[in-house]
């Protein structure tokens, strides 16, 4: 295991909130009073220049701060580094940090503000400038939201910067010769006569001086590394076995131990009877750990056998017993609960739409709804833990280490100073690890076990039939249209919320009062970049009903599919082309390349054979504009997915090729949803346990993606989440369009047959 398993908690200056140098808040400018955990594992000859920078006698080591999951990101993150510190990325290591608010995540921050991605006013921009002051304070140290790169793209390649002049200066003690006279080259200083010192034989010397001034960072005309695609750095382990996740942790003595949860979700035990499974070979002890139960043994196996060996008595639910009773539920939200949020409403859409009828104007109405929906990553939940002498150790995938860090510690009731992290790759996240319940129940288990290593795992039929899910969700719409295009909009949307879910789950940075407005409950509907005149969005908080959560693209995955056939009702109502009329609609000059961009890629408006349609759709999410197109054709069998061509605004392209394949993955995502998945209940149980009834879409039915990266929007932005949310639209308009039957729930796939 790494040394950066151990740290040091340490105080920082009250309004401090640059990592390493300097960065300017307004007017005034903050010297660096942030800890850097990595000093506190180093030993002689070692330096730690930055949080992000690690040099030893044996190499140089860049930390990312993000977790690893799948999306390349550690590889673009050291490439921030390497460009800045002149280091070749074959000749570094990568390693995840320690829990820090060192390692704040100020771009989710920025993601819940009031201001859509459109709006460049100077509030706006002073806003997203002071974003890192309440993430240092929160330590926000999250991997989600398409934000790592959003965070990342000045202040690691700052801190690169900073650790390459430090060492051009003790260079310059050294030998005695200018700073201005040393160059930098393959992580070492070159003197004028091409001398050539190592970093690492500078390293003990740097550690002891003071850090350089931030200088300023490299235009983009100078990127060696920055802006090509590059091999990531993590695929001969992932390729060869060697790469270590959670389920793969080994300790001297370990034991393995399986959960079993109430099949009711949020439901808690009255008592078991474990005396059979006690009796089985290899099972060492099955434990109470509050709201489930959990067998210990000498394999997981052997502990998967002893679960089912006990006998149980649940407390029934409280919640609705079937999924009809869900929507009930949430639909009942509309006319008792008080609006969530309201945070678009331009001109009188009253007016507008009682007017209607005078005017001339056709009025449109429909409501639309979609399932819960699980993540099923496919390393399934796991953590180890090892309590003793008073120490918490954890070893687990998570998206927020160091709110598992409070949570454990919590947990365990000892102080956080107790608790090492040691976050491994992550077998996928889409917002499931950045739940905290495997770890603290992980801990549940070791305190119960003190001085055995045992690693908790979460069965598939467990994770996938518990959640926490996707929530489900109701929109509905009412537009006038006149003279091709429409007047009025008003819309609303109906859930459960995600953040007092994981408020109560103890999954937040902070806690949450329930009268804080839950904007993931609304995003991508009320910040879309339509010029309609009249337009209304209102977001309506249902009681809670099962364990929801963050699920890739998080509201905009549910919030675009309303929104975006709800845009091909008003276009076919207004008897327009739904690309010309989202074209004549859109303010935002990225967002109309985009879509100009997709529609150019798929040749939209030539004729196509019989038995071919196409649909479109578009969404501003997390920042950065996207457009897609899916191409359907109708088969004797069902229906088939021809094709999908996707274009995104990113800003920056960092590393195209890796920006291609998080689109592709999106798309997948996000078809594969719209498709055939679904969490549905009976008897207050979930019906759906694994892949076999909860079908993922089959590498047979999958289209093939066509991507196009753009860089026209003014800030950067990631690219993990926006593939997702214009998936569904997008295949529903290509069916409308091929059939003429307009499916307002999702999965289409309980209305019509894919193959």
């Not at 010297?31 to 190499?59: C, F, S, W």
């Amino acid at each position: 295991m790494s040394r950066l398993g151990t740290y040091t908690r340490r105080g920082f200056l009250i309004g401090s909130v640059a990592v390493a140098g300097g960065v300017v808040f307004g007017v005034r400018s903050y010297r660096a009073n942030l800890e850097n955990p990595l000093t506190a594992a180093l030993g002689p000859g070692e330096a730690a220049l930055t949080p992000y920078v690690k040099i030893t006698a044996d190499g140089i080591t860049i930390i990312t701060p993000r977790a690893e999951m799948g999306q390349g990101i550690h590889t673009t993150l050291a490439s921030l580094v390497a460009e800045e510190l002149d280091v070749d990325l074959a000749d570094i290591a990568v390693e995840h940090g320690p829990p820090s608010s060192a390692y704040f995540n100020g771009g989710v921050v920025e993601e819940g503000y009031p201001f859509p991605a459109t709006d460049q006013s100077a509030l706006a921009e002073f806003a997203r400038a002071q974003r890192d002051i309440p993430a240092v304070f929160l330590a926000y140290q999250i991997t989600g939201g398409s934000t790592s790169t959003h965070d990342a793209y000045e202040k690691m390649r700052r801190a690169g910067a900073i650790a390459r002049e430090t060492l051009k200066a003790v260079a310059a003690t050294r030998t005695g010769l200018p700073v201005a006279d040393l160059k930098t080259q393959s992580g070492a200083v070159v003197l004028p006569d091409a001398t050539r010192l190592p970093y690492t034989e500078l390293a003990a010397d740097a550690a002891d001086v003071e850090l350089a001034d931030a200088p300023a960072l490299r235009p983009k005309s100078e990127w060696r590394i920055l802006g090509k695609s590059q091999d990531r750095l993590d695929v001969v382990a992932k390729s060869t076995g060697r790469a270590i996740y959670a389920s793969d942790i080994r300790l001297p003595g370990m034991r393995f131990g399986v959960i079993r949860r109430s099949p009711y979700p949020i439901g808690t035990i009255r008592s078991f009877d474990a005396t059979e499974a006690l009796a089985l070979p290899g099972v060492e002890a099955v434990l109470d750990i509050g709201t489930a139960v959990v067998a210990v043994a000498t394999t997981t196996w052997a502990a998967m056998q002893a679960l089912d060996a006990v006998t149980y008595d649940w407390t029934p639910p409280t919640y609705p017993a079937d999924t009809e009773g869900h929507f009930a539920a949430i639909a009942a939200a509309f006319a008792t609960n008080r609006p969530n949020s309201r945070q678009r409403d331009d001109r009188d859409v009253e007016a507008a739409l009682n007017g209607a009828a005078t005017s001339g104007a056709e009025v449109i109405e429909a409501e639309y709804r979609v399932p819960y929906l699980a993540h099923t990553t496919m390393e399934p939940m796991s953590a180890a833990a090892l309590y003793q002498n008073g120490g918490l150790q954890i070893w687990a995938g998570t998206q927020g280490p160091t709110v598992a860090r409070r949570e454990a510690a919590k947990a365990a009731g000892i102080e956080e100073d107790a608790v090492t992290i040691t976050t491994t790759l992550l077998g996928g996240g889409f917002g499931r690890r950045g739940e905290m319940d495997f770890v603290q129940n992980a801990v549940k288990v070791a305190i119960q076990m003190e001085g055995t290593p045992v690693l908790l795992t979460y069965s598939r039929e467990d994770d996938t039939s518990r959640g926490p899910y996707r929530p489900a969700a109701i929109g509905r719409f009412k537009a006038t249209v006149h003279n091709g295009l429409p007047v009025a909009v008003d819309v609303s949307t109906a859930s459960p919320s995600i953040l007092k879910g994981i408020n109560d789950r103890g999954g937040s940075p902070a806690s949450i009062p329930d009268i804080v407005p839950d904007f993931t409950i609304s995003q991508a509907l009320w910040d879309q970049p339509y010029g309609i005149e009249n337009y209304r969005v209102t977001a309506y908080r249902s009681d809670p009903l099962l364990p929801v959560g963050f699920w890739r693209s998080v509201g905009a995955s549910q919030n675009s599919f309303f929104h975006e056939c709800m845009m091909d009702e008003i276009a076919v109502a207004a008897g327009r082309d739904p690309v010309e009329m989202r074209l004549d609609l859109i303010t935002d000059d990225p967002s109309r390349r985009v879509l100009e961009a997709v529609a150019e890629m798929a040749d939209w408006g030539t004729p196509l054979p019989e038995g071919r349609a196409r649909g479109v759709a578009f969404a501003l999410v997390f920042g950065a504009p996207t457009a897609q197109i899916v191409e359907v054709e109708q088969t004797p069998r069902g229906i088939r997915l021809t094709h999908a061509w996707v274009a995104a605004d990113v800003g920056v392209a960092l590393d195209p090729r890796n920006l291609d394949a998080q689109l592709i993955s999106g798309v997948s995502y996000g078809l594969s949803a719209a498709i055939g998945e679904k969490i549905t209940l009976s008897d207050g149980m979930v019906e759906q346990s694994n892949f076999h009834d909860y079908p993922p879409m089959r590498m047979y039915q999958a289209p093939p993606v066509t991507t196009r990266i753009l860089e026209n929007a003014p800030h950067i932005r990631g690219a993990g989440e926006p593939g997702t949310p214009c998936a569904a639209p997008a295949l529903a308009n290509a069916v409308f369009a091929l059939t003429g039957e307009r499916i307002r729930s999702l999965p289409l796939g309980d209305h019509i047959a894919f193959v």
